[in-house]
């Protein structure tokens, strides 16, 4: 996968040989993006410890890092630039929260939260996993999406491994709350696409391809028609 931030010359050669030149550029745009680093958790031990993997990669001047877990899809992207800002207003580190139905916050893990003066912006007390509809603290659940104060490292060298031996992120962030690490949520105002499961994935890619300015039109038409099939059966 990192692969695809390579430089390929000889593919873009390639491209542009065949007429394909918006192609080319995309290519040529993706080495520029990043200069990836991998870092391999050789065991299934918790994102907590595949966190703590990152440490010795981070320069010295790097004293914060994002966390961004590919099975969210978080729209829009602007989301991770909201908090870096509550960071820079707050110090600390920076989540990113939505809101849910009340009735279903214990498939989440919760925030207990207190009010700031920015209407998005909530100091977290606390996180509670999984609660009880009737136990939970709000209704603002976690994603994600992480802004990290260096100061997580150590957390994670002190907290206790749970089942399996894995180390939750979550443990270490509450940790640091405890101490008082100052931790905020950003109130996440757009769209959060669960990428972890085939009834989320489905219709994320949906939506992407309907947005797309070139096969959005036809996608949207072949819907229509296969939606005309099954709605007899499931409409």
């Given amino acids: 996968m990192l692969r695809h931030f390579d430089e390929s ?8 040989d065949r007429g394909k030149d918006e192609q080319a550029a995309k290519v040529e745009r993706a080495a520029k993006i990043i200069h990836p680093v991998a870092v391999t ?23 914060c890092f ?26 600390g580190s920076a989540l990113l929260a939505v809101e849910v139905d009340p009735a279903h916050v214990s498939n989440y893990g919760v925030f207990d939260i207190e009010t700031t003066d920015d209407d998005r912006v909530k100091k977290v007390l606390g996180m509670v ?18 802004l990290l104060d260096r100061a997580i ?5 002190r907290i206790t491994p749970g089942k ?8 270490a962030i509450d940790l640091l709350i405890s101490e008082g690490h100052p931790v905020h949520v950003v109130v996440h105002n757009g769209i959060r696409h669960d990428l972890g ?6 219709p994320a890619s949906v939506e992407f391809g309907l947005r797309h300015p070139k096969y959005g039109p036809a996608l949207f038409h072949d819907l229509e028609a296969i939606m005309e099939k099954y709605r007899p059966e499931l409409g």
């Fill in 197 to 202: 499961n085939p009834a989320g994935f489905i």
């Fill in 41 to 63: 958790q050789e065991k299934p031990l918790g994102i907590g410890h595949a966190v703590g993997l990152a440490e010795p990669v981070l320069d010295d001047d790097e004293h």
């Fill in 9 to 16: 010359p000889n593919h873009v050669e390639v491209l542009r």
């Fill in 153 to 157: 490292f150590g957390a994670l060298r």
């Fill in 66 to 91: 994002a966390v961004m877990l590919p099975d969210d899809g978080i729209e829009p992207t602007v989301a991770m630039s909201e908090m870096v800002w509550v960071r820079q207003e707050h110090g």
């Fill in 129 to 146: 996993e999984k609660p009880a509809a009737e136990d939970a603290p709000s209704n603002l659940v976690a994603t994600g999406r992480y």
């Fill in 164 to 171: 399996g031996g894995e180390l939750q992120l979550t443990d």
